[in-house]
T-cell receptor, first 113, second 118 residues
Framework: DAGVIQSPRHEVTEMGQEVTLRCKPI?????LFWYRQTMMRGLELLIY????????DSGMPEDRFSAKMPNASFSTLKIQPSEPRDSAVYFC???????????FGPGTRLTVL | AQSVTQLGSHVSVSEGALVLLRCNYS??????LFWYVQYPNQGLQLLLK??????LVKGINGFEAEFKKSETSFHLTKPSAHMSDAAEYFC????????????????FGQGTILTVHP
């Protein structure tokens, strides 16, 4: 299995631009999670999906952030417009009830100038 | 609601010495507990997990952890540290099926950076 795949691995953009992060979960996993990691706040859960349906988006910081899961093998996290304080590493993870374990992707390091 | 406290944001040991990373949890339902490791510029990798079976859990790379309900603890240990163990370690708690709609949601501690000296 290829594991959780995220793209891009690094993104540098300017304030005000739209940013789209992508994630492909492990095949057969029906839970997908988006996290943000910063030095100040550690690992924060932003949103998670079950069977492509958002279950809890209480961690999404504001309306500039949106996430979608159009099918079982793809999810996006979009920031529009981006701000320097959005600079962080964004992780995607997937799991299934049969494993009780979340498997993490390598992350996308976002820098907003 | 669940929470995790990792005692000590930095731990430093000599190569060959015992590694002890502390984790205490709070949970309103029987918890599932996890230790993840993160190497620089990489994602999180599962070390071990407790899901209500044996209280002493063995993981990869020689690590183990013991679930102690009376102390609400899940400390991570390794008898002999290796230079390659230098990384950041995260303790996390989630609920199983008893959690209802909260099932699958992980709450992480703040992390402990382990430094290993030659």
């Amino acid at each position: 299995d290829a594991g959780v795949i995220q793209s891009p691995r690094h993104e540098v953009t300017e304030m005000g631009q739209e940013v789209t992060l992508r994630c492909k979960p492990i095949s057969g996993h029906d839970y997908l999670f988006w996290y943000r990691q910063t030095m100040m706040r550690g690992l924060e859960l932003l949103i998670y999906f079950n069977n492509n349906v958002p279950i809890d988006d209480s961690g999404m910081p504001e309306d500039r952030f949106s996430a979608k899961m159009p099918n079982a093998s793809f999810s996006t996290l979009k920031i529009q417009p981006s701000e320097p304080r959005d600079s962080a590493v964004y992780f995607c993870a997937s799991s299934s009830p049969y494993t009780d374990t979340q498997y993490f992707g390598p992350g996308t390091r976002l820098t907003v100038l | 609601a669940q929470s995790v406290t990792q005692l000590g944001s930095h731990v430093s040991v000599s190569e060959g010495a015992l590694v002890l990373l502390r984790c205490n949890y709070s949970s309103s339902v029987p918890p599932y507990l996890f230790w993840y490791v993160q190497y620089p510029n990489q994602g999180l990798q599962l070390l071990l997990k407790y899901t209500s079976a044996a209280t002493l859990v063995k993981g990869i790379n020689g690590f183990e952890a013991e679930f102690k309900k009376s102390e609400t603890s899940f400390h991570l240990t390794k008898p002999s540290a290796h230079m390659s163990d230098a990384a950041e370690y995260f303790c996390a708690v989630s609920v199983g099926f008893a959690g209802g709609t909260s099932y699958g949601k992980l709450t992480f501690g703040q992390g402990t950076i382990l430094t290993v000296h030659p």
